[in-house]
């Protein structure tokens, strides 16, 4: 996917939204090296085991004080 498609870094911080793991290649550059990447798992039909896993940032959910920068905002993206 072109890279103006990708979601942007600001909004993706934010936590407000979550991306399939099947659209991984919009998940901004650099997030898969950030502790603050992670996913959650939701099941759709756990007797067939149809899994599903969802990408989304934690920098929001976590306090501010002695927390550690993101490197995206280290870069100052």
Do not use: W
Request: hydrophobic share 30%; net charge negative.
């Amino acid at each position: 996917m072109p890279e103006h498609n990708k979601v942007r870094r600001e909004e993706f911080r934010t936590g407000s939204l979550s991306l399939p793991a099947s659209d991984a290649d919009e998940v901004p550059s650099g997030c898969f090296a950030c502790p603050y990447l992670s996913y959650k798992e939701f099941s759709m039909n756990e007797a067939e085991g149809l899994f599903y896993f969802y990408y989304y940032c934690t920098y929001h959910a976590l306090e501010r004080s002695g927390q550690e920068l993101p490197p995206c905002l280290i870069e100052g993206n």
